[in-house]
């Protein structure tokens, strides 16, 4: 055997444990991706029957919601309607029970300061303070 051959067979063998060297990498990285896609399949699987209950859900709170609308706009028109009244309340009768609830207080006080006026002058006669409770 000449050193050619002896260097050729030398570089074959380092070659062979070059591949195989490299080859054990390239196994563990196929196993881990084919773990990969198996998880994602498992995932996908999983998150299929998550996605129609949350379309169910949304479809559920969207009804809701629709029947929040309403109550909210007959509350707006009750608001409405009470500010409405108490408006033609006020415009109506408003003023008028101002003017009696001033004619009585001022009649009150009239007839407090008459009957001071009138009262005899003696012991029997009510101080201003009585008469004003």
Known sequence: MSVGQIAAIVAAVAFVILVVLLAIPLIKLGRTLDEATIAIRKAHEGTEPLLSDAGVTLTTVNTQLERVDGVTASAQAVAANTKALSTLFT???????????????????????????????????????????
């Open 91 to 133: 415009a109506t009768l408003g003023g008028p029970l101002v003017k009696v609830a001033a004619l009585s207080y001022g009649l009150r006080k009239a007839q407090q300061a008459r009957r001071l006026k009138n009262a005899p002058k003696g012991k029997d006669r009510k101080s201003k303070r009585s008469v004003r409770a």
